[in-house]
């Protein structure tokens, strides 16, 4: 994904101030300029860049996984870092209504490093590979202090399936596609050495991009993300790049009753899991109210002219703060 | 670039050893499956992959730098590592025969890094990128133990125009298109903590993509490559590519005078640093007899049906190991 500082497992390892340098969005945009070539639809600011190549759109991203940050030898295989690898990316891909079609592996590998278990990250990639039916077209190795897999997507989408976060619309309704903070709650329940929840355990292990869920009704968004920050996150950036605000209704938020177990078992709350948590990979969307009707998920807020995003219940509103998963350190 | 395990400053760091698994080419070609879809003109095993889209052919290539390993803060200031980490994507770019247009930038930041230092690399980045027309398109920030640039870049190349490995024919003369080492003589000087040599330290520091050189005779080219890892590995890639072998006249390599001096203060061979050492970022190129006087450029060697690489010399031929680069420890 784009613009991402990737706080995303956070108790796995301290990570950088992002309020201190201003916030990772706001860094590289300014760190970035505004693209000049006519082929570039897209550039920074997205789930994915866009660019024109013959007559066909062209989805790029990259993201990384950084051993320690967002993902444990102690909890993963060496297949599932593999496959989440993949699947993050595929996910990026989704989110612009694109289908992946390629990718590249860049591997930085420590030097007393197992090559089974580079072997079984490669197999993870490629058992991922074959369910998109994308393949690996280039790859790089080299060595460092700790093992980092980054990849570099490719994927292609028709003009008109194309989705932005910078065009949702006042008075659209904003859903998501399924359930929420299974995952936060499965690296909750590792880090506190909880035994069993295995099926939220594995949410957390083995996430998987869903752009399929909203695929057939992709024509009436009009703008979509997917989850890797948490919900409040993502409707922030969404409200950013559209220059709108939103409510959500934390009521409506979808919470598993197994996520709702592990936060108690925590002492947590399950809600902040889904707005301040990160890795669902589910998308979130906005719908204009006329077509509400035609389309799948879970309703949980609506898009305003009023700026900022709002939580709303029993009358009252209360801010969100813009990077929810600085605030939430398990 | 692609397949390989870039153990290029050697000494900065310990490193993989790659003949304990089996070499980085052969295990990331192990590790992928060839291509099945149409449109990948060329997976694994080059400078950069190539992909139709629409008319057009892609050339897509990810290199990583990582800090202790291919830079110091000690040598580089920030913007020099900006720089270099999209001077070495283009040099592949280039060695397709293609012309980069876009990148995309994955940073993991050690968490107490100063943002000027992030500042400077991303202005690197960029003037670079002025240079060379193309732009930042995507990015992605993490955190991690040290600072690794991840850079994917896209380029686009006529099909008359593409280069391969792939294509050396028995009989080429093997070219290059400047003269080799400086930068390991660069690398070297610093190691052994000489002061001056200025120029040969630079060469280090601020290496520069060579496409320009070879850019108006590239019809007579029949493959290519650039200088990564030094002149031994490049030839052997080639070779190992073609289903050929090689011949190196040691006396004709081009070695800068600046650069012998050097090596003689550091007590090393400059013909070692030209075919063991790396990062100069040169192309080396193979042209059929009847066409050598139409290319411009230093004649190195030839290609030859008999397998393996030899250096020749005063009518003695000696093997040359396939990484020649494990075999040269500073």
Same mark, same amino acid.
Do not use: W
């Given at each position: 994904?784009?613009?991402?500082?990737?706080?995303?497992?956070?108790?796995?390892?301290?990570?950088?101030?992002?309020?201190?340098?201003?916030?990772?969005? #706001?860094?590289?945009?300014?760190?970035?300029?505004?693209?000049?070539?006519?082929?570039?639809?897209? %550039?920074?600011?997205?789930?994915? #860049?866009?660019?024109?190549?013959? %007559?066909?759109?062209?989805?790029?991203?990259?993201?990384?996984?950084?051993?320690?940050?967002?993902?444990?030898?102690?909890?993963?295989?060496?297949?599932?870092?593999?496959?989440?690898?993949?699947?993050?990316?595929?996910?990026?891909?989704?989110?612009?209504?694109?289908?992946?079609?390629?990718?590249?592996?860049? @591997?930085?590998?420590?030097?007393?490093?197992?090559?089974? &278990?580079?072997?079984?990250?490669?197999?993870?990639?490629?058992?991922?590979?074959?369910?998109?039916?994308? /393949?690996?077209?280039?790859?790089?190795?080299?060595? %460092?202090?700790?093992?980092?897999?980054?990849?570099?997507?490719?994927?292609?989408?028709?003009?008109?399936?194309?989705?932005?976060?910078?065009?949702?619309?006042?008075?659209?309704? &904003?859903?998501?596609?399924?359930?929420?903070?299974?995952?936060?709650?499965?690296?909750?329940?590792?880090?506190?050495?909880?035994?069993?929840?295995?099926?939220?355990?594995?949410?957390?292990? /083995?996430?998987?991009?869903?752009?399929?869920?909203?695929?057939?009704?992709?024509?009436?968004?009009?703008?979509?993300?997917?989850?890797?920050?948490? @919900?409040?996150?993502?409707?922030?950036?969404?409200?950013?790049?559209?220059?709108?605000?939103?409510?959500?209704?934390?009521?409506?938020?979808?919470?598993?009753?197994?996520?709702?177990?592990?936060?108690? &078992?925590?002492?947590?709350? #399950?809600?902040?899991?889904?707005?301040?948590?990160?890795?669902?990979?589910?998308?979130?969307?906005?719908?204009?109210?006329?077509?509400?009707?035609?389309?799948? %998920?879970?309703?949980?807020?609506? &898009?305003?002219?009023?700026?900022?995003?709002?939580?709303?219940?029993?009358?009252?509103?209360?801010?969100?703060?813009?990077?929810?998963?600085?605030?939430?350190?398990?």
């Amino acid at each position: 994904m784009q613009n991402k500082m990737a706080g995303k497992n956070p108790g796995v390892e301290p990570r950088l101030n992002i309020s201190q340098i201003g916030g990772e969005f #706001a860094l590289i945009e300014r760190l970035t300029k505004k693209p000049v070539q006519r082929e570039i639809i897209k %550039g920074i600011g997205d789930d994915a #860049a866009v660019i024109k190549a013959g %007559g066909k759109y062209l989805v790029l991203t990259t993201d990384t996984l950084v051993e320690g940050d967002h993902f444990s030898h102690k909890y993963f295989t060496p297949e599932q870092i593999g496959k989440k690898a993949v699947e993050i990316n595929v996910s990026d891909i989704g989110a612009m209504g694109a289908e992946p079609k390629y990718f590249l592996v860049s @591997l930085v590998l420590p030097k007393d490093i197992d090559i089974k &278990i580079i072997e079984n990250i490669y197999k993870g990639m490629r058992k991922t590979g074959r369910k998109y039916k994308i /393949e690996i077209i280039g790859g790089n190795m080299t060595h %460092g202090r700790q093992l980092v897999i980054d990849i570099c997507m490719i994927g292609e989408v028709k003009k008109k399936n194309l989705k932005l976060r910078s065009t949702a619309r006042p008075d659209d309704d &904003i859903f998501v596609s399924g359930d929420l903070g299974s995952s936060a709650a499965g690296l909750n329940l590792f880090l506190e050495n909880k035994k069993g929840h295995v099926n939220v355990k594995k949410r957390y292990l /083995e996430p998987e991009a869903k752009f399929y869920k909203v695929k057939p009704f992709l024509k009436y968004i009009n703008s979509m993300i997917d989850i890797s920050d948490g @919900l409040a996150s993502e409707v922030t950036r969404i409200c950013e790049q559209s220059n709108t605000g939103a409510v959500i209704y934390p009521d409506l938020v979808p919470i598993d009753p197994a996520t709702r177990t592990a936060a108690e &078992i925590c002492k947590k709350r #399950a809600l902040d899991y889904a707005l301040y948590g990160g890795e669902d990979f589910e998308l979130v969307y906005t719908v204009s109210r006329e077509y509400t009707n035609k389309v799948q %998920g879970f309703m949980v807020g609506k &898009i305003t002219r009023k700026k900022g995003v709002r939580l709303y219940k029993e009358g009252i509103e209360e801010p969100l703060t813009k990077h929810g998963y600085d605030h939430f350190l398990i």
